[in-house]
């Protein structure tokens, strides 16, 4: 019996000691990562020649270490209530959120999963360094930074394999997304805070009204206007957040796109004078705006979850 005490506690310390991975996207193994494809702005770089070595840290390949983060359950969230109506305060992830019942819905089974929305940009969009060939090679950070690259690009690729498998076409998207972020600009002028509700989450809805509360108190009138058609649209970035350990289908789609176009803008004061920007003139604008669908719900669309400041 000493020597099972022992034994369960020599394990108990190597449990302890050893960390938890955090990512929380299965993956396929190491064969299987051939179907990402150029076609969807989501490349490799030059890491397709580096040594075998790189996809292996401490003893378990990459593909390994982010399938035992997915069983981890560090960023899947789990509620018996309406997400958006949870107090989501920051940007930043969050771990699994759970609330219980009242005893008397436990017991009538009146309780029912319901999320509308996970509330949060996953990993929001950032620009990073450019690094050249001879230290991506020989140095030790730019090995380091190849490997973050590329489990970047692969849950980027992971995600859209899975939105494709719902019939997930890019150049429908592209077109759709295109109507939304004019839409969206428009309603945001003639600051009609009712009609801009159904295509943005609830979070997003909060900011966007407080814009327009504090540009009526400047300005009484804004044209907004975009010249098509348009310079570039881009995916930069796709992210699944899983909501259900048990079932991989239960999960939403985080697209972060870039658009690149020329605009005009005039704002106008109470007597309908001009007092900022020029109809007449043309500007160029980049926005970086997330895009957000469920899954899981019959009858999802996307809306706009969020939009990145570089």
Not at 110 to 126: C, H, I, L, Q, T
Not at 155 to 178: D, M, P, Q
Not at 277 to 284: F, I, Q, T
Request: charged share 25%; proline share 3%; hydrophobic share 40%.
């Amino acid at each position: 019996m000493a020597l099972v005490r022992r034994i369960h506690t020599v394990r108990s310390l190597l449990r302890t000691a050893i960390p938890r991975e955090t990512s929380s996207l299965p993956v396929h193994n190491g064969n299987d990562f051939s179907w990402i494809q150029i076609g969807d702005d989501f490349r490799f770089g030059c890491w397709r020649s580096y040594h075998s070595s790189l996809f292996h840290v401490h003893g378990k390949s990459v593909f390994s270490r982010l399938y035992e983060g997915h069983n981890a359950n560090t960023h899947l969230l789990r509620s018996i209530m309406i997400a958006e109506s949870l107090p989501f305060t920051s940007d930043k992830r969050l771990a699994t959120t759970k609330v219980k019942a009242p005893p008397q819905l436990q017991k009538t089974g009146a309780v029912r999963v319901s999320m509308v929305s996970p509330g949060f940009v996953y990993e929001p969009y950032a620009l990073r360094e450019n690094i050249s060939i001879w230290r991506r090679c020989f140095t030790r950070s730019g090995w380091q930074r190849t490997k973050e690259d590329f489990i970047r690009e692969l849950r980027s690729a992971y995600a859209i394999a899975k939105l494709r498998k719902t019939g997930y076409s890019k150049n429908s998207f592209y077109i759709e997304a295109l109507e939304l972020y004019k839409e969206i600009n428009i309603l945001m002028a003639n600051g009609d805070k009712k009609t801009i509700r159904k295509n943005v989450t609830e979070r997003m809805y909060s900011a966007l009204k407080n814009e327009i509360k504090q540009r009526e108190a400047i300005w009484d009138g804004v044209h907004w206007e975009m010249i098509e058609p348009v310079i570039k649209i881009k995916t930069l970035q796709a992210r699944l957040i899983g909501i259900d350990r048990t079932d991989l289908k239960k999960a939403f789609i985080q697209l972060t796109l870039e658009f690149l176009t020329k605009q005009k803008f005039e704002a106008y004061d109470s007597k309908g004078n001009v007092v900022a920007g020029d109809k007449k003139k043309e500007v160029l604008v980049r926005d970086i705006w997330v895009f957000e669908k469920s899954l899981f719900h019959t009858g999802a669309y996307w809306r706009l979850c969020g939009r990145i400041k570089l």
